[in-house]
């Protein structure tokens, strides 16, 4: 199954079509939702939005059986965190 993709501007657009504010101002707004859940990640905070999920950073082991996909070469990975979502109920 085919699924389109939602692009920020997309989303920017459908609010503005709800409520009587400048685009500008929802770009904005939008941008620093954003940048908010990324400072807290990066600080390894869990962002929990009520009714759709949670964002958080875990921990992946670093390994020495990765290969470089492009030469086949064996390469270290290092110990390093990867943002997750977990949905919450409604959004299930």
């Known amino acids: 199954m085919a699924s389109a993709k939602l692009t920020k501007a997309e989303i920017v657009e459908t609010i503005l079509e709800k409520c009587d504010v400048r ?15 990324r400072g807290a990640l990066r600080k390894d905070r869990v ?5 759709f999920g949670t964002f958080e950073i875990r921990m ?25 979502f977990r949905p919450g109920k409604e959004l299930r």
């Not at 685009?23 to 859940?37: C, M, N, R, T, Y």
């Not at 962002?47 to 009714?51: A, D, F, K, S, T």
């Open 60 to 84: 992946r082991k670093g390994r020495q059986k990765a290969r470089n996909p492009k030469t086949g070469e064996s390469v270290q990975v290092n110990d390093h965190g990867v943002a997750v």
């Open 23 to 37: 685009k500008e101002d929802i770009h904005f707004i939008v941008d620093a939702i954003f940048e908010e859940i």
């Open 47 to 51: 962002v929990e939005l009520r009714g």
